[in-house]
């Protein structure tokens, strides 16, 4: 078993940044693919980024490349998310997610999920 926590979200203006943390226990994180997720209210849970075990393959959802950097540090167990140039349509619930499988952006082949921390973007 592998718990997730997520921390780092809050209330930001659009332009500006937050930088969310997901911190593992339970089992090694490293040989893990992570992701990070996010859900608006009344949308589907869609793929924001995900890394390879090594962190040497990247993925991001085109909404937002370029604003957005995924990283990982295995010997802290921890996984990030840094988010620039922030806009009203990235308001939602960000999940990070750890899956067994060679890197995937498919929420069913990820086994462990976070609780969630809610990132708010305002006008």
């Known amino acids: 078993q592998v718990q997730l926590v997520e921390s780092g979200g809050g209330l930001v203006q659009a332009g500006g940044s937050l930088r969310l943390s997901c911190a593992a226990s339970?089992?090694?994180?490293?040989?893990?693919?992570m992701g990070w997720f996010r859900q608006a209210p009344g949308k589907e849970r869609d793929i924001v980024a995900s890394i390879s075990r090594s962190g040497g393959t990247i993925y991001y959802a085109d909404s937002v490349k370029g604003r957005f950097t995924i990283s990982r540090d295995n010997a802290k167990n921890t996984m990030y998310l840094q988010m620039n140039s922030l806009k009203p349509e990235d308001t939602a619930i960000y999940y990070c997610a750890a899956s067994s499988r060679v890197l995937t952006v498919r929420k069913e082949e990820y086994n462990y999920w976070g609780q969630g921390t809610q990132v708010t973007v305002s006008s």
């Open positions: 339970g089992r090694t994180f490293s040989p893990y693919t």
